[in-house]
DNA sequence: TCGAGTTATTCTCAGCATGAGATTGACTCA
DNA sequence: TGAGTCAATCTCATGCTGAGAATAACTCGA
């Protein structure tokens, strides 16, 4: 914790050290999962492509910062649907400028629009992440355990409903399981799971207007339930090759 | 990510933040799962009792600091068997002097020696986490936050063998898994179960030396198997009040 | 309008994992 | 020596799983 000697209260006889936040934000276009990352316009790296995120300001909230930080450098003003804190990143040397640690988030939205370009960035794109170029700093080390997070998450809480409308259908909902998890899922199974977990899913008595666009009866629609964990789980197929 | 425009490379420009590491320490003893803290040598909340923990240096990693922390506040020079990052906390205000960002770690160890008090402490004992005084700062949430993971990471990580020594029974790991998640477990299913997840124990053909202290015929002795992750998991018992 | 193809939803069934309880036999202590 | 303890194993009913199939509602192009 903080202090020791009298001394250290003053953080100039300290190295200086700068507090960043990173977003890693995902979304859910075209049935792949995308995150949206920012053309850097500045040293270091300017050119390079990079996950949004800037320093904190002395007021705000680590969770605050990484909003904002969304909002400026990409104009997704929308708040996202889900935002948690991912992980830190603060070893010497990560920026070349001087010691810094960022603090890196998570974030969920549905499909939004395009982002636009905004402070310090030349330019602003969602990009698949099976496909991403190499990113600044260790952004693609932060990227990858941001998906991994996701990915975890879906087996054991609602969120994948985070990535859907206000109303979907269960189809829509494994679409997103097969999207996050790159993995085509059961169809028939998959429906009798969800409608089993008490509280994730809730009907809503209404139904699709049409078909799907190739065929197919109209489906039920239903909309987020009220549990915070999904009992029992939705497992991803057995990783042999991670658990070793 | 890090700066913007030119001036902004200059920490200078920005307020003063701190960075810290903040360390929860697990153990257990006596069959109670303990938190190691130490009772504050200087301001702020001097005499009050805190998680260990202070600042990074310039030239190490966040890892390392925790470790650092830990043997020079309290004694613990043995590395811990486990050690991860938590989270960090830096919301405005949540330490008087400036502003702190703090990055929790979590460490299991075996039961260790009681430890010494060190730099900055007035003295360091483990402690039971189910009783545990109000801490300095946001301590007790930071204290929490590092509960709930290790009795979560139980469930699907080998992470129990960390708070075992070399050799151990079933039994023993079973009283590890008692102790962590407060609930007796059923000792045959237990048992079963252990057995059954590829990876998590290897056998050793030895026995204990004798029965239990009241009775009771000598265990098999294990120890830990080479998986990364347990599956089938280890699922604690249902509780119902966490999931809606 | 018709037939082929698509898809939401529901079933079936065998296999595995679970919780609860009981059994066996090795060991302790008084 | 006898009562009590405990590691290890079994039984059994129940529930969840993956795989496959059936049903019926809908699309489209011919």
């Given amino acids: 914790m903080p202090a020791s000697e009298p001394a250290e209260y003053n953080p100039r006889h300290y190295a200086p050290v700068a507090v960043t936040v990173d977003v890693v934000a995902l979304t859910i276009r075209d049935r792949r999962l995308h995150v949206l990352i920012v053309e850097r316009g500045v040293e270091p790296y300017a050119g390079a492509w990079a996950l949004p995120g800037g320093f904190i300001r002395p007021d705000e909230d680590l969770a605050e910062a990484a909003v904002r930080e969304l909002a400026e450098e990409t104009g997704v003003a929308t708040r996202p649907a889900h935002l948690e804190q991912l992980a830190s990143y603060g070893g010497p040397g990560r920026d070349p400028r001087m010691r810094v640690v960022s603090i890196a988030y998570l974030a969920f939205a549905p ?27 260790d952004h693609t080390r932060i990227l990858a355990d941001g998906v991994e997070r996701a990915r975890s998450k879906l087996e054991y809480t609602p969120l994948a409903t985070a990535f859907a409308g206000e109303l979907f259908t269960i189809s829509d909902l494994r679409l997103i399981y097969e999207s996050v998890w790159g993995t085509p899922l059961h169809a028939g199974n998959f429906h009798r799971k969800v409608l089993s977990v008490p509280g994730f899913v809730e009907g809503t008595g209404q139904t699709t207007e049409t078909g799907g666009p190739k065929g197919g009866p109209r489906a039920k629609l239903y909309r987020a339930g009220d549990a915070r964990l999904l009992h029992p789980a939705l497992l991803r197929p057995a990783r042999e090759e991670e658990i070793r």
């Fill in 111 to 137: 499909d939004l629009p395009d982002p636009q370009a905004g402070t310090d960035a030349a330019a602003a794109v969602w990009h698949p992440v099976d496909d991403v170029p190499p990113l600044a700093f």
